[in-house]
């Protein structure tokens, strides 16, 4: 896999991320699933949240990869 291939899927695992965050925000302030469902709601907005935090993770990891390449050509 190109350096390329993989900035792309980082931005992609990423935007996964944040889009479940969110999701998982919405089901608890603006639906109120976890007063409509009770307990199964709650897991489901918990888990939205988890699996968002988890694969937001890739994040840092595109961050420093941008940063070392920045810095690199700076040095040149």
Not at 11 to 24: A, D, E, F, H, Q
Not at 34 to 47: N, P, R, S
Not at 50 to 65: D, M, Q, R, V
């Amino acid at each position: 896999m190109t350096e390329r291939q993989t900035l792309r899927l980082l931005k992609i695992v990423m935007l996964c991320g944040i889009s479940l965050l969110v999701l998982g925000h919405y089901l608890w302030s603006g639906l109120k699933l976890h007063e409509t469902m009770g307990v199964q709601g709650i897991i489901l907005i918990g888990l939205c949240c988890a699996l968002g935090l988890i694969l937001s993770l890739p994040t840092k990891i595109y961050l420093t990869i941008l940063l070392m390449k920045r810095e690199s050509e700076r040095d040149k």
